[in-house]
């Protein structure tokens, strides 16, 4: 089996983490101590692409924790499932980052960097079919944008042919007051451009505008930010933890998705979405897990798909669904909304069925989008980032830390040309000043146990 190694990096990083492996643990019948207690063994048959096992029968995370601070770190050893994961593989430092990306890229990352490398090794050493990083970071804060670029620097040095896979939360004015965080943002964009292989950018403006306008939880807390970004994790990492093809592995993945090297910043979806007070009222059927996932509401990322083209795009059904309806309504999503798909790359929507659903959950569906309409996101960035630095401001926190000016001016060109490059093959989407809306819909119905099975 194709080996996974997760790397959770700051604050934000091993938050998240400690929701994404309760999730993993529930949908692989693990209890707290990584012993199985499931009463089938399809959940074990590749259990190993995320765990390895230990002599003494249970199952323990391939994963090493971060963070410039002891604090988190203390919180994830004393939570539920803290006895899970090895004491080794959590590796701390003493004074923080500060929320600046110098201090995690220049001075007190580069102090951690050769424990966290050390760890890394001995992982992969231990591996028979490895294949790549799975980094969980916030490109917002100081740890995960400075030490996350710089340890992606170098992986991308010690091992040249694996791939580097990031789920990278964006920063978000109406999540956190830190002003410094489109800095830190756009120097880690420059260097993901040419140090990740794929990125999936999940965008705490999305996440909370998800949870105010579609869930109604009137004061979202950080879990219940963090509590999306792991279901999200878990549907689009259950093709690589269940039997199947399509998207099977990180290489498959980036094949399918990546048609063009640098645009490789996709845009996530789950569904099914819906307030407490309505689930019990809402018939969920394919049909409406479709038009879900292509519904703008339910992206993972603040931008609107209308205004830009589909490069590619999958969608992974979990559940007992019917592959033909699954096949109908993706083909009518298709037919109807045609000038918002890529003409240049044919077939450029895959889809997939997993038989074994969520936790607690009869049917759900994942989506992966390689849109040019991230640009709307890209360019919230740098607008917030040009602002700033147009008045210098804050710029002596980084310069104090060894930074050179001419690295804003250099990093900020960096995003622009990405950003240029996702417009050129925009194709011509609907002008600037055009409606905000979602995509238009199909009819709804719908409902085989087993393996994921790859539809186109």
């Known amino acids: 089996m194709r080996e996974i190694i997760a790397i959770h990096l700051g604050q934000c990083g091993n938050k998240v983490a400690q929701s994404f492996w309760e999730t993993l643990c529930e949908e692989h019948c693990l209890n707290e101590r990584g012993q199985f207690v499931g009463k089938h063994f399809l959940p074990l048959q ?6 390895d096992e230990a002599p003494c029968c249970n199952f323990v995370p391939r994963a090493i924790f971060a963070d410039l601070e002891p604090g988190t770190l203390n919180g994830l050893k004393c939570s539920r499932y803290g006895k899970l994961f090895s004491p080794e593989s959590m590796i701390n430092g003493v004074l923080g980052a500060g929320n600046n990306w110098a201090r995690g ?9 050769d424990r ?67 800095y830190n943002a756009v120097f880690t964009l420059s260097s993901m451009i040419g140090c990740s292989d794929e990125t999936f950018c999940l965008d705490n403006e999305a996440l909370y505008d998800i949870n105010m306008t579609t869930l109604r939880i009137e004061k979202p807390s950080l879990d219940d930010l963090n509590h999306l970004i792991s279901m999200a994790m878990a549907g689009i990492t259950c093709s690589f933890r269940y039997p199947g093809q399509l998207n099977s592995d990180l290489r498959k993945l980036l094949t399918n998705m990546v048609p063009y090297k640098k645009l490789h910043f996709f845009v996530p979806g789950i569904a099914p979405l819906t307030s407490i007070e309505n689930q019990c ?13 292509f519904d703008e509401r339910n992206l993972m990322a603040a931008c609107c798909p209308t205004k830009g083209k589909y490069l590619t795009a999958a969608a992974l059904f979990r559940g007992r669904v019917s592959t033909r309806i699954v096949e109908e309504q993706m083909a009518n999503i298709q037919q109807k909304n045609a000038n918002c798909f890529s003409q240049s790359i044919p077939n450029n929507v895959k889809s997939a069925i997993c038989d074994i659903p969520p936790h607690g959950m009869k049917m759900a569906a994942t989506f992966i989008a390689n849109t040019t309409a991230i640009t709307q996101l890209f360019n919230r960035l740098l607008d917030q980032f040009g602002t700033m630095f147009r008045r210098k401001a804050f710029i002596h926190w980084y310069t104090g830390e060894g930074m050179d000016e001419r690295e804003f001016s250099e990093a900020e060109q960096c995003v622009r040309g990405l950003v240029k490059e996702y417009e050129e093959y925009d194709e011509g989407g609907l002008p600037a000043g055009s409606t905000r809306g979602s995509f238009k819909g199909g009819s709804m119905m719908g409902s085989t146990k087993g393996s994921v099975h790859s539809m186109n």
């Open 46 to 51: 590749r259990m190993n692409v995320y765990f």
């Open 281 to 293: 009222y809402r018939q969920l059927s394919v049909a409406e897990l479709v038009n879900q996932i």
């Open 116 to 182: 966290i490398v050390d760890v890394t090794r001995k992982m992969v050493e231990g591996c028979d079919c490895f294949q790549g990083f799975q980094l969980v970071h916030s490109i917002g804060g100081g740890t995960g944008s400075g030490l996350g670029t710089l340890l992606m620097e170098n992986l991308k040095d010690d091992y040249p042919r694996k791939i580097i896979n990031t789920f990278s939360v964006i920063p978000s004015a109406k999540v956190s007051e830190v002003v410094v965080e489109p």
């Open 105 to 113: 890229y220049h001075t007190e990352g580069a102090e951690l960097l």
